[in-house]
């Protein structure tokens, strides 16, 4: 019966754990004007979007972008402020995926070629699929290019202090199991 109650536990810790796990976040997409709608705003520190969905086309997608993004075409990007107005904030949404920046790492303005890049870290949402930590490089010109790249890591702390947590209770009740035969 002991062993039964264990293997059960196991099983069912090992399915939990697999589902708390987002896939690692691979590979780089990037994005072009579809309509010739977005202005960085040097002064203010601000990127600011044609406000209407597929507002961007998508160029290019490699690893785990391509897979996910399939034959979508179009991007929505969203206005943000880069300066001392951040605030956490969605960035963009392709094909069900979304990236909400999180925080700023490096700031590089060029104004006099009107370039801009980006590095910091936030979340991809595949639609409630999260993977967390995912680190960014965004690059922008004022003629209407961009490009994006992540890499990210694996489960989030919450997930995995759940799983570790039910595993302890898993291990307590079979001792006491124990201990009572």
């Not at 987002?22 to 780089?28: F, R, V």
């Not at 977005?38 to 160029?59: L, Q, R």
């Not at 997608?61 to 904030?89: C, Q, R, S, V």
């Amino acid at each position: 019966m002991l062993k039964k109650l264990l293997a059960t536990c196991t099983f069912g810790l090992s399915l939990m754990g697999a589902s708390a796990m987002a896939a690692p976040l691979t590979g780089s997409v990037s994005f072009g004007d579809l309509s010739g709608g977005f202005s960085i705003d040097f002064v203010g520190d601000k990127f600011d979007f044609v406000d209407a969905a597929d507002n961007a086309s998508i160029t290019n997608a490699t690893g785990t972008y391509a897979t996910e993004l399939g034959a979508t075409t179009t991007a929505t990007f969203f206005d943000f402020d880069y300066g001392a107005g951040f605030a956490a904030t969605k960035v963009w949404s392709a094909g069900g995926m979304e990236f909400i920046l999180e925080s700023l790492g490096t700031v590089h303005e060029f104004v006099n070629s009107a370039v801009l890049i980006l590095n910091g870290t936030g979340y991809i949402d595949n639609g409630g699929e999260i993977t967390s930590n995912v680190d960014f490089s965004f690059s922008a010109q004022n003629n209407g290019t961009f490009s994006w790249s992540a890499g990210a890591s694996s489960v989030s702390e919450p997930s995995t202090l759940a799983i570790f947590s039910l595993g302890l209770a898993g291990l307590a009740i079979s001792r006491r199991k124990l201990k009572k035969s």
